[in-house]
């Protein structure tokens, strides 16, 4: 048996201000840290043999903490772009209660949760900014829908984690909601419209096990539809 486990991060300071996140890169709160060393917890006796992780601080610092905290440094830990957060364009940083007001609750809503809607886009993509300085220009959005993120994030994890554990080894991908909603997308295969319904906790781990055919054969979630 192998499996594969998901932690969308702690609480971030965006979160605690109801503030469109995406590709922001903002800490950790002091809520968000417990949240992680809790996590932490819930995760011992597993044999984890790798770390993946985005280039999104919030993220990394709560797979650190969670290493820290099983005394697993020594592991692998490997962060790509592909596994932020969906970028939500124009809204970024923006206050959500705000948002609402000026372009009604019903369209926030599809922003949110309708798997193929775009939020309004930015004038330009993060180009040559920090972590991205070397990716193609033409992979960078200026914004997503859950589905454009979803193209990104389920190649990267077939091509990068899935042999990982087709070769028996427990993986932990500590990321961000949209990212884990897109893979309980594809393992539960969830449909397009069933998905809005599919929230992520923080720190919450989701744990997916395989047999040695890598059938799916058993899902552990606390997640809310």
Do not use: C
């Amino acid at each position: 048996m192998v499996k594969l486990i998901l932690v969308r991060h702690g609480e971030s300071i965006a979160n605690a201000e109801n503030r469109y996140t995406g590709w922001n890169d903002v800490d950790l709160t002091e809520k968000g840290i417990e949240q992680t060393h809790e996590t932490a917890k819930k995760l011992q006796n597993l044999d984890i043999r790798h770390v993946w992780t985005s280039v999104l601080k919030r993220a990394i610092s709560s797979a650190y903490i969670i290493q820290d905290d099983l005394d697993l440094n020594y592991l692998p830990i490997t962060k790509a772009w592909q596994l932020n957060e969906r970028h939500y364009g124009a809204l970024r940083g923006q206050n959500k209660d705000a948002t609402r007001r000026e372009y009604g609750a019903k369209q926030v809503q599809i922003w949110r949760r309708s798997f193929y809607a775009f939020p309004p886009k930015l004038d330009a993509p993060d180009l040559r900014v920090g972590p991205y300085k070397y990716v193609d220009p033409k992979a960078m959005p200026a914004s997503e829908s859950l589905h454009a993120a979803y193209l990104r994030i389920i190649p990267y994890y077939l091509d990068n984690i899935v042999p990982e554990l087709k070769d028996g080894k427990d993986q932990l991908v500590v990321a961000h909601g949209s990212t884990i909603r897109a893979m309980i997308k594809y393992l539960d295969n969830v449909s397009d419209t069933d998905i809005d319904g599919v929230e992520v906790a923080n720190g919450e781990p989701l744990i997916y096990e395989f047999d040695d055919s890598f059938t799916l054969i058993n899902t552990n979630r606390t997640i809310k539809k």
